[in-house]
């Protein structure tokens, strides 16, 4: 069994007076891939921020590597190997792919060459010299998780990566994580499509109301997934 690489435990955040964590509970383990499933509003994205230091004010233990981190600054957080693919995924619009792509600094070894990225990514390559705006939605997404394979970060956070895009192109980001799994980095990723995360995650943990109230694994769903629906549906 894989020793845990993220660690958090009871894990509270504010947006100002608004408590939106009340003591999230989970790990991740290295080489897995996991996701926070929940309905909008559970608190799914203010648990990447409050891992990265962004945003909420925040109390509680997270730990990476067995390091802490509630008390670090953004820049030290990422800087020890953690990178964040947003759910507005962020790329910088007047820059064209390629300088998108070399923009993110190097924190360790073992970042993805860009001919890697490519391989992962062909559209990319097609699309060197275009700007940010010139990129399909599906495209910029590619080029936000893209950008973060270069820095040498195992540990990446993935946000809603499949909203709104095509179902085409949905499939080609999950055969993404699957390929970035086996190449031996560590996702925790947040999702509502609950039918894809199924199909590329090992664990889920279902959030509600700013806590972990069950956790699934793959395995354990059956064919109509009826936990998941059960906690997801409206």
Known sequence: MSTALL???DLHAWYGEAHVLHGMRFSVREG??????GRNGAGKTT????????????????????????HL?????????????????GIFASLNVLENLLLP??????????????????????????QGTKLSGGEQQMLAIARILRTGARLLLLDEPTEGL????????????EKLKRAGFTIL???????????VADRHYIVEHGRVVDEIA???????QERLVAYLAV
């Open 47 to 70: 648990t990447l921020k409050a891992i990265l230091g962004i945003g909420p004010r925040r109390t509680g233990s997270v730990r990476f590597r067995g390091q802490e981190l509630v």
């Open 166 to 177: 095509a179902p085409v192109i949905v499939q080609q980001i999950g055969r993404t994580i």
């Open 189 to 199: 990723l947040v999702e509502q499509n609950f039918r894809f995360a199924a199909r």
């Open 7 to 9: 660690e958090v435990e």
């Open 105 to 130: 600094p190097v924190v360790a070894e073992g970042g993805l060459s860009l001919e890697a990225i490519f391989e992962l990514f062909p559209n990319l390559r097609e699309r060197l010299s275009s």
């Open 218 to 224: 793959s395995v354990e769903l059956g064919p109509g």
């Open 73 to 89: 600054p953004p820049h030290r957080i990422a800087r020890l190997g953690i990178a964040w693919c947003p759910e507005e995924r």
């Open 32 to 37: 897995e891939v996991v996701t926070l499933l």
